[in-house]
């Protein structure tokens, strides 16, 4: 889920600028004296605000999932069902998390607040992102992490390869805005 966003930053992107194309679309519309210039410019404003609700919905769906997710897997740690791999990381994101429960290493679970750190890290395999709640580490061990060879090895997770390049991104929502103005000048000369 942290590793792999391409599709719904795409998608987001996309739908992002279908609003705006078919605003644009009903500029022209009206700049040609067409009667479809002002519920094609409140289509397009109607779009924009739906992307704008349908995002912040989704996105803090996805990110109460995140937490979810690692909460459950951080009381499978403690309860012993689960013997975690140590790895070195590097943060990424941080934010404060009220309902979330706290842990830290060779203690129990803590009541909230907890900090919900999204770490990029090394371990055997590639680096990967991951996400965990609350722990403290001393400034000495982050020096050692950050000199930790296995950082140069392989390329590590960055936001432009979680979402499969900024070019693509870019791509569609190029294709959003040309679609949106595209069916709104469609329209204007089909009406």
Known sequence: MLNDIAAFTRWSSFLQTL???VAFGGS???????PAAFPLLMTGLVLIIAW???ISVVGRSRERRVVEETVLGSDEIVAGAVVPVPAIGRVVRRRIK????????GAPRLPGPAAMVVLEAVGDGPPRRVAVLDTAVSPGRLEQIARDPRWGVSPTVTDRSVVGGWLPVFGVA???LLVG????ILVTLVL
């Open 52 to 54: 704008g609700v349908g």
């Open 174 to 176: 190029l294709a959003g």
């Open 19 to 21: 609003g705006p194309g």
């Open 181 to 184: 103005a595209g069916s709104a």
């Open 98 to 105: 009220a309902d979330a429960p706290a842990y830290s290493a």
């Open 28 to 34: 022209y519309a009206g700049l040609v004296g067409h």
